[in-house]
Nanobody, 117 residues
Framework: QVQLVESGGGLVQPGGSLRLSCAAS????????MGWYRQAPGKEREFVAS???????DYADSVKGRFTISKDNAENTMALQMNSLKPEDTGVYYC???????????WGQGTQVTVSS
């Protein structure tokens, strides 16, 4: 089983930047595709970005060109660089991993991102 811990959230003004990190521990061999999701108050959790085991990336249309997902296999970490932040980016950001063999999902506890002036 994989344990995921997010960090790096906070309060930032519109147009600002934040960098989120996700640290994985436990059964590292069971880490497959990884991704970031977010949930705004009163809304369902939504996809933000993903990165495959081979490094391929995918982004939600709403964050393309502003967010960059990356990972460090040696350190078992994943990051989300968020630039040009908008108030609509506000929410709790969750790290997710998918087991490549069982397709079971592991989630972190989330980190709050608030974009406000």
């Amino acid at each position: 089983q994989v344990q995921l811990v997010e960090s790096g959230g906070g309060l930032v003004q519109p147009g600002g930047s934040l960098r989120l990190s996700c640290a994985a521990s436990g059964s590292i061999f069971s880490i497959g595709d990884m991704g970031w999701y977010r949930q705004a108050p009163g809304k369902e959790r939504e996809f933000v970005a993903s990165i495959g085991r081979g490094g391929s990336t995918d982004y939600a249309d709403s964050v393309k060109g502003r967010f960059t997902i990356s990972k460090d296999n040696a350190e078992n970490t994943m990051a989300l660089q968020m630039n040009s932040l908008k108030p609509e980016d506000t929410g709790v950001y969750y790290c997710r991993s998918k087991n490549p063999f069982t397709f079971a999902l592991s989630w972190g506890q989330g980190t709050q991102v608030t974009v406000s002036s």
